[in-house]
């Protein structure tokens, strides 16, 4: 059982590049979320979803687009990256709500570098 | 808008030692609140899960508290060992589907 695996590792990017951060889970979870950790800050969250074809933004949207066409996978696209976008990257998934008391669990995350 | 605060920072402490760290949160109407551990170079792993209607959860070693009216949870970690060094972060279960992170403690426990 993987769990939540997340792909790549570590990334360089030059302003203005773009690319998409992959996130799969094999636990059939319907809820994914994309979080942004800077250096002591918490994780903000950029995008989550419900489930397969639904997707809400979170407190930090901008500058990022999701996508969620099947249960497993949960994708996150930078279509200009700019130095801002420079942090660690966390997909995480969970069973149920937030409310319903079900807790997260993390992929290893992507260190993400704008230059 | 609901704020969460770690205090302290970071904390080093020798190995034996019974470890208290701190969460506050401004906004008393929460799910739940979790803690977790985060390894350098990984994602955060789950530790506990105290739900709104609890006092407190314990799992091995570690016994977390919450007080919703102060707006406080604490994380009690007995006998530290130096595996025990990590960050621990808490967040709370706030809005539908979301939760909101504090800063983290960095624990650093030698030997």
């Known amino acids: 059982n993987a769990g939540v695996t997340q792909t790549p590792k570590f990334r360089i990017l030059k302003i203005g590049q773009s690319m998409t951060l992959q996130c799969t889970q094999d636990m059939n979870h319907n809820y994914m979320y994309w979080y942004r950790q800077d250096p002591g800050m918490g994780l903000k969250l950029i995008y989550y979803s419900v489930g397969a074809g639904i997707t809400d933004k979170g407190e930090v949207p901008n500058g990022y687009n999701v996508s969620r066409s099947t249960t497993e996978d949960f994708p996150l696209r930078l279509e200009l990256a700019a130095p801002s976008q420079t942090s660690v990257y966390f997909c995480?998934?969970?069973?149920?709500?937030?409310?319903?008391?079900?807790?997260?669990?993390f992929g290893n995350g992507t260190r993400l570098t704008v230059t | 808008k609901q704020e969460v605060t770690q205090i302290p920072a970071a904390l080093s402490v020798p190995e034996g030692e019974n470890l208290v760290l701190n969460c506050s949160f401004t906004d008393s109407a929460i799910y739940n609140l979790q803690w977790f551990r985060q390894d350098p170079g990984k994602g955060l792993t789950s530790l506990l899960l105290i739900q709104s209607s609890q006092r407190e959860q314990t799992s091995g070693r570690l016994n977390a508290s919450l007080d919703k009216s102060s707006g406080r949870s604490t994380l009690y970690i007995a006998a530290s060992q130096p595996g025990d060094s990590a960050t621990y972060l808490c967040a709370v279960g706030r809005s539908a589907d979301k939760l909101i992170f504090g800063t983290g403690t960095r624990l650093q426990v030698f030997p």
């Open positions: 995480a998934s969970s069973p149920h709500r937030v409310q319903d008391n079900s807790p997260l669990h």
